[in-house]
């Protein structure tokens, strides 16, 4: 309502990206996909179009479909490094989670050269969580070279340091996938 009643320009975009987000968090697909439809071709802010990448990623990992989440925020991570680091890590952390969630090595390596090439100051930690989602995916003739996963959580603890709720709570979530449930 706040967007409908806002004059056309940044501040009714940002008011309709904030809408989408917030329909998307309360279980309102296709009202989220509606407000991203109708923001996007008028948005050319990097941040808000990475916000709306992180809806339209948000519909397509609810739909199972972990291959469209990681395209999805791969495509739209390379302008909001620029704009917003913070976010892009964000993103990036949610991509290996998605080549995870596919079983594919391949999606995962390819999110931690990404990260490298960006040259984000949490690169380190991205490249210690595909470590981490690599070395969970040991069906690759190339398991050898991996780390072990008690090496990549150890790597990622370091990377994270403490506090943060959400970190610790993901952290906590890949013990439990290694099979370190204490």
């Given at each position: 309502?706040?967007?409908?009643?806002?004059?056309?320009?940044?501040?009714?975009?940002?008011?309709?990206?904030?809408?989408?987000?917030?329909?998307?968090?309360?279980?309102?697909?296709?009202?989220?996909?509606?407000?991203?439809?109708?923001?996007?071709?008028?948005?050319?802010?990097?941040?808000?179009?990475?916000?709306?990448?992180?809806?339209?990623?948000?519909?397509?990992?609810?739909?199972?479909?972990?291959?469209?989440?990681?395209?999805?925020?791969?495509?739209?991570?390379?302008?909001?490094?620029?704009?917003?680091?913070?976010?892009?890590?964000?993103?990036?952390?949610?991509?290996?989670?998605?080549?995870?969630?596919?079983?594919?090595?391949?999606?995962?390596?390819?999110?931690?050269?990404?990260a490298g090439e960006l040259g984000l100051p949490e690169a380190e930690h991205v490249r210690a969580y595909a470590s981490l989602a690599a070395a969970q995916l040991p069906d690759d003739p190339d398991t050898a070279t991996l780390p072990t996963s008690a090496e990549a959580l150890a790597r990622m603890a370091e990377c994270?340091?403490?506090?943060?709720?959400?970190?610790?709570?993901?952290?906590?979530?890949?013990?439990?996938?290694?099979?370190?449930?204490?």
């Open positions: 309502r706040a967007a409908a009643l806002t004059p056309y320009g940044p501040d009714q975009l940002r008011r309709i990206v904030a809408a989408a987000e917030a329909a998307a968090e309360a279980g309102h697909r296709e009202w989220a996909a509606q407000l991203v439809d109708c923001a996007e071709p008028e948005t050319h802010d990097p941040q808000l179009r990475a916000r709306m990448a992180l809806v339209r990623a948000r519909l397509a990992d609810e739909d199972g479909d972990p291959a469209e989440t990681h395209r999805l925020l791969l495509d739209a991570v390379g302008p909001a490094a620029r704009a917003a680091p913070d976010l892009a890590n964000e993103m990036l952390l949610w991509a290996v989670e998605a080549g995870w969630s596919a079983r594919d090595r391949g999606m995962v390596e390819q999110v931690a050269a990404v994270q340091g403490p506090g943060e709720p959400r970190a610790t709570a993901s952290l906590a979530a890949w013990y439990v996938v290694a099979g370190d449930d204490a």
